[in-house]
């Protein structure tokens, strides 16, 4: 089956994005990311502890196997945003970026206004955008107008593991959208994950949910199975619920007496 | 990162401009159980087969719950208000030949050009009438219906109306920019069909032959910040379902591409008109046009649905109570029409002659407000 | 004395100990260079140029890596 993910210029099999943070350890992540089957995994930058050993993450992950998307977390303007993408570049040689910008410390929402500054001039220098976003119809046609790739509205608050609190949102942005439609933060469960599948997202990103799961390598196999099973479903188009049979024709009875 | 996707394009790659055999067959196989699923599902979605589904003769047996969920629909989302806009034709000068227009250039008909105070006349009865929603239509006459004189006329007109769109030949970009800033909020351009070899069959001479032209004329005014985009085929030329396919495709792109204008879509069944002929290998039977306008409905729930003076009164009040939302009334289609006894020829012969406060009062019965006023462009600052 | 701002923290170095370039800086700090994106006063240094980069006093200077999140 020819089902790829594509943004801009490449193509994807797995729809599951997954996050390296918060896990026990380099060889937990490595063992997660290897039984979620993602291509594409998200990374942070931050200032080397100049008065500590600092351990290298970047050489547990293969990045022949894995694109590797930096993400600006901690940036709380667009402009640390741009500093941290510009950053990230040059530290991996990858245009790729997951745009965050998080001004608010406490529940990490991020600020629409400053995202798409930062789109913008980020887009302008050759970047490849994925924003972070709140679940905004209008915002979500902004950024893809100044050419992001994606646009990755959040399910609920990040780290929350509530599931589909946006879905009336989600469902608009799905609706409208002309980029892939990831959605992102606050997938708790494999079950939100098909649910945000079966509305007809591209995509989802989880993090949480795996790293901090009992065990992280099966939690992973089942949001991958999740996110496959809830493509399938929207492919297949969801069974009838349920039909309201209406025996008179009081809007459309004028028509029998018409000649066909 | 560019956007290749142009409406040319998309037509194209999937053969809704040319050698459309392929979906009359999918329409053909389309089966009750089909149907059955796509009304079960949440209305007001567009997908290409939803519209095939909703399209398909198979749906002709669902035509009653297809009313049902379109009209729930339409007051979900409109409220119980029906629109009401008044045509002001100021040139019937063309210098195109369309096979079906009263219009064209070679029937030998009355022709006419208001000058501003004749406009000014007629817009003042329309005005006095109670619209404050007008349209200025024309035929093809550049040389005449310029972008200055319209920006002068809209100049005058928005003392009395509240929004103006237009219906004249195709313009570019910065022309529809001056429109806009001279307070032009609305166009509307009907392809007519999207078959290719069928336009230019009925476009024999003149710049309307150029389909490409007139197909993306849209993404120009649209572009140019114009809040109404009117789409339309003109129904009789070509197969009703495979143009409403096409057109169904184009709105879904206009609505993606230009997200800040909404889209109407209008029914134009072929009236008769002088001098020009009067047989149709596609004639659209109310029953078609009822289906037609429920399937659009049911896959764009936000779409303006338009039904002028075309229609007979009886077919306009039934579908008033179903999905429309906007309707012309006491249309003159002949310039100078509403201020003299001009002799001047008619686009079409109107088919609903009612007065505008009897059309009001039509609404009124079926239990929906008239609004002759919904929106101040004004209040924008336009 | 000589001064460097290190990742927001003030480096003093006895006149002549201060570490010629970005290369030795790294090297002196145990930082492999390869993990390494860094900034002077708010310029990128690309990789390739951390051994021809001399350092001087009053420089400020970032070092920053990748670490696993979300």
Redesign the interface.
């Given at each position: 089956m020819n089902d790829m993910l594509k943004i801009a210029d490449r193509e994807f099999h797995s729809r599951l994005l997954v996050g390296t943070g918060k896990f026990a350890s380099n060889a937990a992540m490595d063992a997660a990311m290897d039984a979620s089957g993602a291509e594409i995994v998200t990374v942070a930058l931050r200032r080397v502890d100049i008065e500590n050993e600092n351990d290298n993450m970047l050489a547990a992950i293969d990045r022949a196997r894995y694109l590797l998307l930096p993400n600006t977390s901690g940036a709380r303007d667009a402009a640390e945003a741009v500093r941290l993408a510009r950053l990230a570049r040059a530290a991996s040689g990858i245009h790729w970026v997951k745009l965050e910008v998080t001004p608010d410390p406490y529940y990490l929402l991020p600020d629409g206004e400053e995202t798409l500054k930062a789109a913008q001039t980020l887009v302008q220098d050759g970047f490849v955008v994925l924003p972070y976003m709140n679940a905004d119809p209008i915002l979500a046609r902004k950024l893809q107008d100044v050419g992001c790739a994606t646009v990755m509205p959040l399910a609920s608050p990040i780290g929350s593991n509530q599931g589909l609190k946006m879905r009336a949102s989600i469902e608009i942005i799905i609706e409208q959208a002309t980029v892939p439609v990831v959605v992102d933060a606050g997938l708790g469960a494999p079950s939100h994950a098909a649910e945000a599948m079966e509305m007809g997202a591209d995509a989802v990103l989880v993090n949480t949910a795996i790293a901090t799961a009992e065990n992280p390598v099966k939690m992973a196999i089942a949001f991958k199975l999740a996110v496959e099973a809830g493509r399938m479903s929207y492919q297949a188009g969801l069974a009838a619920q349920s039909t309201h049979a209406s025996a008179s024709s009081p809007l459309t009875g004028f028509l029998r007496n018409e000649q066909k | 990162m560019t956007r290749t996707t142009n409406i040319t394009a998309i037509l194209a790659d999937n053969r809704l401009d040319k050698d459309r055999s392929v979906w009359a067959d999918a329409l053909e196989r389309v089966t009750a159980a089909q149907v059955e699923q796509a009304l079960a599902q949440a209305p007001g979605r567009y997908s290409v087969a939803r519209m095939v589904t909703l399209l398909s003769p198979a749906a002709k047996a669902y035509l009653e719950p297809m009313a049902q969920q379109a009209r729930k629909l339409t007051i979900q989302r409109f409220g119980r208000t029906i629109q009401l806009y008044a045509p002001l034709y100021v040139s019937n000068v063309c210098v195109n030949s369309c096979r079906y227009c009263g219009y064209n250039r070679q029937t030998d008909v009355n022709r006419t050009r208001l000058t501003r105070e004749q406009a000014l006349a007629d817009a003042e009865v329309i005005a006095a009438e109670g619209f404050r929603h007008l349209l200025l239509v024309s035929g093809e006459d550049s040389a005449y219906v310029t972008v200055d004189y319209l920006s002068t006329l809209a100049h005058e007109l928005r003392r009395m109306f509240a929004s103006i769109a237009i219906e004249i030949q195709p313009l570019q970009k910065d022309d529809y920019a001056a429109l806009f800033a001279a307070g032009i909020d609305g166009v509307a351009l009907y392809q007519e069909t999207y078959d290719r070899d069928v336009y230019a069959d009925y476009h024999v001479a003149g710049p309307k032959r150029d389909y490409d032209n007139r197909l993306e004329t849209p993404d120009r005014y649209a572009a140019a910040g114009m809040r109404r985009i009117g789409l339309g085929v003109l129904l009789g030329l070509a197969d009703w379902r495979l143009d409403t396919l096409a057109m169904a495709e184009h709105a879904a792109y206009l609505m993606k591409t230009y997200w800040r204008s909404q889209i109407d879509f209008s029914f134009p069944r072929i009236r008769p008109a002088t001098n020009v002929i009067h047989e149709w290998p596609y004639v659209v039977s109310d029953e078609h046009l009822v289906q037609m306008m429920l399937a659009l409905r049911l896959c764009f729930a936000d779409t303006g649905i338009v039904l002028s003076t075309r229609e007979l009164p009886a077919f306009r009040d039934r579908m008033m109570n179903i999905c429309v939302t906007r309707v012309s009334a006491g249309s003159k289609t002949n310039p100078g029409g509403y201020a003299s006894d001009t002799t001047a020829a008619e686009q079409f012969t109107v088919a609903d002659e009612r007065p505008p406060a009897e059309v009001a009062a039509a609404i009124a019965r079926c239990g929906h407000e008239p609004v002759w006023k919904d929106w101040d462009a004004g209040f924008i600052g336009v | 004395m000589a001064l460097l701002k290190?990742?927001?923290?003030d480096k003093t170095y006895a006149s002549g100990a201060m570490p010629a370039t970005l290369a030795d800086l790294l090297t002196q700090?145990?930082?492999?260079a390869a993990?390494?994106?860094a900034?002077i006063d708010g310029a990128?240094v690309?990789?390739q140029a951390f051994a021809d980069t001399r350092l001087a006093d009053g420089m400020t200077l970032?070092?920053?890596?990748?670490?696993?999140?979300?």
């Open positions: - | - | 290190i990742n927001g923290i700090m145990n930082i492999d993990t390494v994106v900034e990128i690309p990789r970032e070092l920053v890596r990748f670490v696993p999140g979300g």
